[in-house]
């Protein structure tokens, strides 16, 4: 199960999304456009395209590729996964496993193609206009704060958001339910702002405080503790898509400093950092002034430790900071939104024009020592894998003059004159009759053995025909390694890595390139490690050359290998960095991919702010990679989007759901806010104050709006309002206009981090390297390890986001497993035993104990008889568990 549990995350984070034309644009078609459209466009290898809906279902020679909602039984989905027995596709290697579940989730939701796309995607035109309609558009117009509108229930309406909430509610008939009593709400604004449930003795305070200001004093008190910021900085690290490791398909690899950016994000948002400057740090930390050089670039791993390059950078800016799903114009204009295809690739400019970099937080003598220790390693490193190479290269060409002698050999048929099959390599022998014997698809030298095979030819027609393929193997052979220098030549004149998408590379036709694979290159592997293709047929390296070299070849392998291990061993520890980027020494705009296909360039794409942010003429970056101007465009007050985007952020997690229900797409497609005007003046009243992210969160939650019940059907309460929130059900059953509090469930964090809480267990220590969140660790969530390959068990079962991607909003399950979790794993067995230490007294004393630590509030005295009666057939620990598993503690109020 617990193997399980991270691909049920997974799955359930993409199966809503992928029924979205978004979902469309930005997972898959790309994927298609870097990977499939050099075969499978104008090509049709196959008989196949992959430009069109009406392309797809049409399908190639094998058929239609996709069984629209049966990944399984779709020949799109075996090629790509590799479990086809023909068909394995791309041919130069296996998708990422992101792109391979995007693909599959899409085609399971029905692959549709989106309305209104073209058969074709077209370039982006230079003539690209913005209309004044599209301008028009409510998420492109300047915040401007509105007017406080007048309702008739002014008790109804204390202060301005009340009025705007208020205000709708009678334009729709509906009544508010009652306040919430201060038992429910302290509990509520505890779990809202630090993740974890107050204390019986906070619960007794503020019940004590008669004043009117008694609440304003909890929320003043939450917001100024520190578990503020590790429950408000995990829900940024969603966004910014936070991961502790590399994203590496076959084995661990995790970032050593990662947690230096997430304990940046926790202690901005304890400091209450203005969030344009929070924004502008995260973007371009290394070229804001400072005394302090280090003091913003901790901010910079928004990006450092991105999961891919420049191309997901795109997507996470401008889904994060702006709402806008600018990666949909990777590979056309946006289907609809004013984006030109142009925005995309001026924003990923940017991003080529910057690099990975680390920031040394150790005396210059430590940092030059270590360095110099690792650049010894490395060119030991080098010279052994450049020996293994050469030695490979050799013995591959050796073998390779050898092709027509195994041919014969494994049909036995080797004749007098030619040496015997005794002298040949026995294991390249067998390799060649396990490759013959198996059906080859993507290039035809093999046919015609093939057919000499199937026909019982002559000895004469089998040596003609061995020595026609030995020529076409060393052809073959040599044709690669000319096409491999010629590249490196070419990216010679321009080596940084950034700059190899904008490279036009030699490459081997399709067919070519698949024969020299299978004869010389190394294996490949899946995800989960497994070999998807063995050795080529004369590829020997590693451990496995060792039979064919002797004497001074041997020894100075053995001498190559034996320095690695040494200076492995003399390595000491690295000191400690920063993981950010930087500028490159030559920043430069790059050109449009056509289609989306890197090999296929256009015009060049100036860098700059989203068209439809700037007005006039467009003002183009020249200021290094441009990351500072962007920064300041995106933090600017004038900019319609920034502020509007955080404050719905910050009322999703406190109510649930944003006022704009898709909080990182205000676009055409994102769903239109059910109040403006209240979004309006939040966004506006962020900006009055300086940009206080707490004077938001103390605004709202001092609301009447925040502080209601969440009665829908009233219970124990006068006849007339029970009718009126029965009729709020018939008018407002999703409370899209904030009629009553919503019931949410505990995240994953807040669900573990309560449990250790009542138990007694949790170590609030701060910040620091994370650790696997097992049973012996009891520090917060936030503070555990967070990987990109393989999701922790607990968190993936409680939806945690999949860090791959940049995540608005948690997608909230209910499903057997999570039950079953509760009731019967060892971490919960724990803390149902802690708990039950806490307890003392006489029985009864012991319950109401419980009910105090746990719910907030005491129990019935229906709920003490109940319990004594259960832990005298039973125990302590088990009814602790009991309690643990309760609706009434998962949930919050």
Not at 23 to 44: G, K, L, W
Not at 580 to 602: E, F, K, M, S
Not at 777 to 802: C, E, I, T, W
Not at 851 to 869: I, K, M, N, T
Request: hydrophobic residues 40%; charged residues 25%; contains cysteine.
């Amino acid at each position: 199960m617990r193997t399980l549990l991270p691909q049920l995350a997974l799955a359930a984070s993409l199966a809503h999304a992928a029924q979205t034309d978004e979902f469309f644009e930005t997972r898959v078609r790309p994927v298609f456009a870097r990977n499939c459209y050099a075969c499978h466009t104008d090509s049709q290898m196959g008989g196949l395209r992959l430009d069109s809906g009406e392309a797809v279902r049409k399908g190639g020679k094998s058929g239609p590729p996709i069984v629209p909602g049966k990944p399984d039984e779709s020949l799109l989905i075996q090629a790509i996964r590799q479990t086809h027995d023909r068909l394995k596709m791309p041919p130069g290697g296996k998708l990422k496993d992101e792109e391979v579940a995007a693909i599959a989730e899409w085609v399971k939701a029905g692959a549709v193609w989106p309305a209104g796309a073209v058969s074709e995607p077209k370039p982006a035109s230079p003539q690209y206009a913005i209309t004044d309609r599209q301008r028009a558009f409510w998420a492109f117009q300047r915040v401007r704060k509105p007017a406080i509108p007048p309702v008739k229930d002014a008790a109804a309406a204390p202060d301005a958001i009340d009025h705007f909430v208020e205000a709708k509610l009678e334009a729709q008939g509906l009544k508010p339910a009652r306040p919430a009593e201060k038992r429910v709400l302290i509990r509520r604004a505890t779990l809202d702002l630090t993740g974890l449930p107050p204390s019986p003795e906070e619960v007794d305070a503020f019940l004590a405080d008669p004043s009117a200001g008694a609440f304003a004093k909890v929320v003043d008190r939450l917001l100024a503790s520190p578990r503020y910021g590790e429950r408000w900085g995990r829900y940024w690290l969603d966004v910014a898509r936070y991961s502790d490791d590399k994203l590496n398909s076959t084995e661990d690899e995790p970032y050593p400093n990662a947690f230096r950016y997430r304990d940046w994000v926790i202690q901005a948002f304890n400091q209450d950092m203005p969030y344009n400057l929070f924004v502008k740090a995260q973007i371009a930390g290394d070229l804001l002034p400072s005394a302090d050089p280090l003091q913003w670039q901790p901010a910079l791993g928004f990006y450092a430790l991105s999961p891919e390059m420049q191309d997901e950078r795109v997507d996470a800016t401008t889904r994060g900071f702006l709402g806008l799903t600018v990666a949909c114009a990777q590979c056309h204009d946006h289907k609809f939104d004013p984006i030109p295809q142009t925005d995309y690739y001026a924003l990923q400019g940017v991003f080529s024009s910057t690099e990975m970099h680390q920031v040394p937080l150790a005396p210059k003598e430590v940092v030059d020592a270590w360095d110099a220790r690792k650049k010894a390693l490395d060119r030991a490193q080098a010279k052994l894998k450049d020996f293994l190479a050469e030695q490979t290269d050799q013995l591959g060409a050796i073998l390779a003059s050898q092709t027509a002698r195994f041919l014969l050999a494994s049909r036995n048929l080797l004749p007098a004159n030619l040496a015997p099959a005794g002298d040949l390599d026995h294991e390249t022998l067998d390799r060649w009759t396990q490759f013959l014997g198996t059906p080859k698809i993507g290039y035809p030298y093999l046919n015609h053995w093939a057919e000499l095979v199937a026909k019982g030819a002559s000895r004469d027609q089998f040596e003609t025909a061995a020595r026609e393929l030995q020529d076409k193997v060393e052809e073959v052979n040599e044709e690669k390694h000319t096409v491999d220098e010629k590249n490196k030549i070419k990216l010679g004149l321009n080596p940084s890595r950034n700059d190899m998408s904008q490279a036009d590379l030699f490459s081997l036709p399709i067919d070519q390139y698949n024969f020299w694979r299978d004869l010389f290159s190394e294996s490949r592997r899946d995800a989960g490690g497994a070999v998807k293709s063995r050795e080529g047929v004369f590829y020997y390296s590693g451990s496995n050359i060792d039979r064919f070299l002797s004497g001074e070849w041997k020894r100075r392998l053995d001498a190559l290998r034996q320095e690695v291990v040494d200076l492995k061993k003399a390595m000491p520890a690295q000191y400690p960095f920063l993981q950010t980027i930087r500028d490159i020494q030559t920043p430069h705009d790059i050109r449009v991919a056509i289609r989306g296909d890197v090999n296929n360039r256009g015009d060049v794409a100036p860098r700059q702010l989203p068209s439809i942010l700037q007005e006039g003429a467009p003002k183009h970056f020249t200021n290094g990679s441009g990351r500072l101007e962007l920064a300041e465009g995106i933090a600017d007050p004038a900019n319609p989007l920034t502020a509007r985007v955080i404050v719905n952020r910050i009322w999703l997690h406190h109510f649930g759901r944003g006022i704009v229900e898709t909080p990182s797409n205000f676009g055409n497609m994102g769903a239109a806010p059910s109040n403006q005007e209240l979004l309006d003046y939040l966004a506006a009243r962020l900006v009055e104050n300086q940009w206080s992210v707490k004077s938001i969160h103390r605004e709202i939650m001092l609301s009447a709006v925040y502080q209601r019940s969440a009665e829908d059907i009233a219970v124990n309460i006068s006849a007339n309002l029970s009718a009126n929130l029965s009729a709020n059900q018939a008018v407002d059953p999703d409370n899209r206009f904030w009629w009553r509090s919503n019931w949410q469930r505990m995240d994953a964090e807040t669900l573990r981090d309560s449990l250790l809480s009542v138990a007694g267990n949790l170590d609030l220590q701060m910040g620091g390297p994370p650790a696997p969140l097992n049973d012996k660790n009891r520090r917060r969530a936030v503070y555990g390890f967070v990987s990109r390959r393989k999701l922790d068990p607990m968190l993936a079962l409680f939806d945690f986001p999949n860090p791959n991607n940049s995540s608005e909003q948690r997608v909230v399950t209910n499903v057997p497993l999570q039950r079953l979790f509760m009731m019967n794993s060892g971490f919960v067995e724990q803390q149902a035993a802690g708990l039950a230490k806490r307890l003392s007294g006489d029985d009864g004393e012991r319950v109401r104990q419980a009910y105090r630590l746990l719910y907030g509030r005491p129990p019935s005295a229906e709920e003490v008889q109940l319990g004594v009666a259960f832990v005298r057939k039973s125990n302590w620990n088990e009814y602790a568990r009991v309690l643990l598993n309760s609706n009434e503690f998962e949930w919050v109020n």
